[in-house]
C-alpha cells in the first residue's frame, strides 16, 4: 500500500443564504462548478465540490487558483457567504486498495465501496479528529484543521504502513 498522499489545493466554502441554493448554483455555473446535494461530491475539469453541511459547499480547486476565492465571491455576490479556508485545511489522497480497511480502524463510517462509494462525502471523526471524507475516483481525500496536520499525517502513515 502507498503512503498518504499530502495535496494542497484552493479550499473555498460557500454558504447560500436562506432560500437561496438554486440562485446560487446559477451563479458558480460559469465557474464550472456544480452544487451536488449533501452528502455528495461533484467532479470537474480541476475542480471539485462536496457537501457535508446543509446549504453549504466546499469548492475544491486542485490548481490552487490565487484568486479563487475572490472569484468565488464575485460570482456569488449577494448570493451567499464565501470563506477562503485554503490556508485552514490540510488534504491527503489515500490510495491502495487496502486504504479503506486500514483507515476504518479510525473512523466512524462503514467504509466499504457498497455503504461509502465514489461520489459520497461525509463528516466524521477519525483518529480523535473532526475530518471531511471524500470518496473520489483517484482515492480516498481526507481534509481536516491544518492545526492537527501533524498528529493526523503522522497517524496515517502509521495506519497505512505497509
Known sequence: MSAPERVRFSIVQIAAWRGGDATLAARLQPLGCELPPLGRAWFGAGRTVLSVQPHRWLLLDAAGEVDFANRCREAVADAGAVVDLTAARSAWRLHG??????????????????????????????????????????????????????????????????
Request: charged fraction near 15%; glycine fraction near 4%.
Open 97 to 162: 486498495s487496502m486504504a479503506r480497511q486500514r483507515l476504518a480502524a479510525g473512523c466512524r463510517l462503514d467504509l466499504a465501496p457498497s455503504a461509502f462509494p465514489i461520489g459520497h462525502a461525509a463528516a466524521t471523526t477519525i483518529a480523535q479528529v473532526h475530518t471531511t471524507l471524500l470518496a473520489s475516483p483517484e482515492g480516498l481525500l481526507l481534509l481536516c484543521s491544518s492545526s492537527v496536520t501533524r498528529h493526523v499525517e503522522a497517524w496515517l502513515e502509521q495506519v497505512l504502513a505497509d
